[in-house]
């Protein structure tokens, strides 16, 4: 089956610095690729989709400064959360869209961990 | 605006019983898919659903569609403690492929 790997798994940061989470589609080529966001006990909550070589289509309520997402292959995504904020400590998984005969599905990520202090 | 509501939220059962997770949703999409995440962990894919009157099981788990009920079960029979987790019930949405998903049931199978 398809494989969608992330890195880093967990991250430590402090307060206004930047973190970069990577997620790869390690043996497809993807041309869209989702962005979650999952608090304690809650859903999934979309923040993006990041479509190969074009500008991510964002969700309402998401910062597009904050959240910036590169598409600059097939095969990567990144998110960068800019100047992190503790409330911004969030479990964050991507996911990697495959379509074939008329069919799509979602492979995902094994998530990011991201603690803010 | 294409919602997905999946109850019970929270399920605490025996090993050994039978229960059903449903999961109802607003539109006529007949891509349904479910998903099963374990504490700190991503979401790993169980069945995906494409059509009316599609049934898949596996193990102890069987999930069914009836777009036309707009309705998804997930069907845990003698369940197992492994089985503990939280599921989720996503729906395609056509226009633009994203999932809208269900807000989760927590299950908790006690031995």
């Known amino acids: 089956g398809a494989v969608v790997s992330q890195h880093p798994s967990r991250v430590i940061c402090k307060s206004g610095t930047s973190v970069k989470i990577e997620c790869r589609s390690l043996d497809f080529q993807a041309t869209t690729m989702f962005w979650y966001r999952q608090f304690p006990k809650q859903s999934l909550m979309l923040m993006a989709t990041?479509?190969?070589?074009?500008?991510?289509?964002?969700e309402q309520g998401v910062e597009k400064d904050k959240f910036l997402i590169n598409h600059a292959s097939l095969t990567l995504s990144t998110l960068t959360v800019t100047s992190a904020h503790p409330e911004d400590s969030s479990f964050y998984i991507c996911?990697?869209?495959?379509?074939?005969?008329?069919?799509?599905?979602?492979?995902f990520g094994p998530g990011t961990r991201l603690t803010v202090t | 605006e294409l919602k997905v509501e999946q109850n019970p939220l929270f399920l605490s059962m025996q090993e050994g019983k039978n229960y059903t997770i449903y999961c109802n949703y607003s539109?006529?999409?007949?891509?349904l898919y479910w998903y099963r995440q374990d504490p700190g962990k991503s979401l790993e894919s169980l069945f995906v659903?494409?059509?009316n009157g599609a049934v898949k099981q596996e193990g102890r788990l069987m999930a069914s569609l009836d777009t036309k009920a707009r309705l998804s079960t997930l069907h845990i029979t003698a369940a197992v403690h492994d089985l503990s987790a939280t599921y989720f019930c996503a729906v395609d949405e056509d226009s633009n492929y994203q999932l809208i998903w269900g807000a989760g049931t927590k299950l908790i199978i006690k031995p």
């Open positions: 990041s479509n190969e070589g074009s500008k991510a289509t964002y």
């Open positions: 659903l494409l059509s």
């Open positions: 539109t006529t999409s007949d891509r």
């Open positions: 996911s990697a869209r495959v379509s074939a005969g008329g069919r799509s599905e979602q492979y």
